[in-house]
């Protein structure tokens, strides 16, 4: 005889908090537990918790076997998870919804709201052992076990910032966030772009589509554009939703000049995986940042010393050396002056040594250089000058001030060099070689050397050579006129084969073979990604195959083009290949 059963499983919950008295701002744990012997099909419900308590875990419940347990009634599963939690201010919440349902939906298993006491930080709350909190059926289950470190949350520049979520369009599929730091610089100040990715998995892949453009910026990489997504990904909430974000995109702007600056969208394609991690699907989303618009300012006028140069940002240190403090009469020495300050200095003019009587200080070389580990940017600039004694003696030339403006204060200082002392030795120059402002070592001689002493004849001694002088006139009037319209003429010409140049795909793209072939790659692929906008703007009807090769071929040379010095020449030149057949194909199209 046989008997038809049903199997059905024995469940149970258990919820709890660590430490039992949390406080306002600081994170604590919710240790949510399942236990089931036999019986198949349960399903644990979400916690349901209370507007001002942020989950700063994911919010997924404890889970257990979707089909029948090998052992039937004999096998015990067990299992749990932690909610890391934070209350944004004192006072008591209520955490619902813990409940175990069947497949059918039916109650199994259901506990009775948790209700947490949140006081204020003492600085010396006691630790406390959890509390299973309720008459656990299966001893050994939930024992109190020691707490688990608490998670070090993340500080720092870097790390995506909290409050009013701004430089955004927020979607719960994710999406991209420019943030700067500093809204209103100073023409010359250090500004620092930084782009976040927030996405609802724990990681995703990137690939840039479109970078920022930067109108009226000088710019500094700190982010290596290989790096195409985030190395550290960090949990965030987003009002209801659930999310992790990781910084993308981290560069250094300087304006250079007063007025409405705008930093342009940020492109870029994210794949991830949308679920669970073994039964989840790939999603790929495309998202944008939108438009940061800064508003750069002058340093202001009044206060403003002699000799201000509008972008030398401060702290500004200035060195001085030369390369032979003693010097023949009539000799180069090289007189070196080294600044050093925040941002970019190369665009910055300092103010040259003012020479002294009887030494001579002319212009040379110049060199610039930026120094990326430091915070905020270091610039450096070396400007070589040459000297030239036209007599001997001691030199003292006057010292050195260079003025810039602090952002910090807004205020208007000075850094002074006293030059070095130079020793001229030898006889004195004649004057008039004295007088010559040019280098002696490139001093020019007279193209004739010996005059001729024989009487001048008149060239105008019979009529004919009069009359024939005379008609030269006319002619060379017509002459210079005939001379400047075919002047105007070529300008012209020049003019259309340069607009030509700049807007025919062909001409494009000849110029990116030019450029390829001279070892710029990055700027072939630009060329050829214009060439490919302009053929696109004249197709009338390109068709949808056109326009998704047209989109492949441009996404493939703007990979490229971001790979950096590590991109090859190959795949550089099979792109071009690829898009001059699009263009080609649109040409045609049209």
Known sequence: MAWASEARAQVALQLSIDPPQPVAGEPFHIIYGVSMQGGAGVVVQPLAMPEGLDVLSRPDPPTVPSGMM???????????????????????????????????????????????????????????????????????????????????????????????????????????????????????????????????????????????TLDGFWSEVLMEPRQVCAQRWIPQRVGTWTMTAGMVRRLALFPTHAGRLEIGPLRMGVEYIEGDGFFGRRRREELSTPAIVIEAREPPMEGRPPGYVPGTIGPLSISASIDRPEVPVGETATLTVRAQGNGYLGSVTLPPPRGVEGLRVLPGSSRSSVDRNAEPLRGDVVNEYRVVADRPGRFTLPTLTVPWFDPSTRRYQSSQVVLPVIVATGAARPAEEAADPQDPSIALEGLQRDVSLRASTSFFTTPLRVWGTLSVIPGAVLLAGLGYGLRRWSRARRVVKAETAKNDPRSLLAQADAALAAGDAAGALGLGARALDRAERGARSPGEALTQRARAAREAGDGLRFAGAAVDRDAVATALRELRAVVEAMEAAS
Do not use: H, K
């Open 70 to 212: 090998m052992g039937g009634g004999m096998f015990m599963f067990r299992s749990s998870v932690t909610y890391v939690v934070r209350a944004r201010r004192p006072g008591r919440y209520v955490v619902r919804n813990a409940m175990a349902r069947s497949s059918e939906g039916r109650v199994l298993a259901q506990l009775a709201p948790l209700t947490i006491n949140v006081g204020r930080s003492s600085g010396n709350a006691p630790q406390v052992a959890p509390d299973p909190g309720f008459n656990n059926p299966f001893p050994g289950l939930f024992d109190p076990v020691e707490p688990p470190p608490e998670p070090a949350l993340p500080t720092g520049p870097d790390v995506p910032p909290d409050g009013t979520l701004t430089g955004a369009q927020a979607s719960p599929t994710g999406f991209l966030r420019a943030v700067v730091d500093v809204a209103e610089p100073y023409v010359g100040q250090q500004v620092i772009y930084r782009a976040f990715i927030y996405v609802p998995a724990n990681e995703a892949g990137c690939e840039p589509m479109r970078e920022a």
